[in-house]
């Protein structure tokens, strides 16, 4: 026969240490410092704007095909971008 009883220790470990309320917004703010690769480009194509205006639009609109003025721009601006660049 068991020696707990019968009842199962799987998944009731003690957590290692508990977090303050100062490590967890230490956590976050370390959390929020390791920004999403694709949002680093956006914001250094210099066309972040018009991207975040064009996200706006589709979730506003639901079907990217009503919002074709907006991917013109983000387009132009990404193509502008990219002349630039060249060498």
Do not use: N
């Not at 290692?16 to 309320?21: D, F, I, P, S, Y």
């Not at 949002?39 to 194509?45: A, Q």
């Not at 079907?63 to 132009?76: L, M, P, S, Y």
């Amino acid at each position: 026969m068991s020696q707990h009883g019968g009842r199962s220790l799987h998944g009731h470990r003690k957590p290692e240490k508990e977090e303050t309320g100062k490590e967890k917004v230490e956590l976050a703010e370390e959390e929020e410092e390791e920004e999403d690769p694709f949002d680093t480009r956006i914001k250094k194509s210099g066309c972040a704007d018009l991207h975040y205006a064009l996200m706006d639009c589709m979730d506003k609109q639901k079907d990217w095909r009503k919002c074709q003025e907006h991917v013109k721009g983000f387009k132009a601006c990404i193509d502008q971008q990219k002349q630039l660049k060249k060498p």
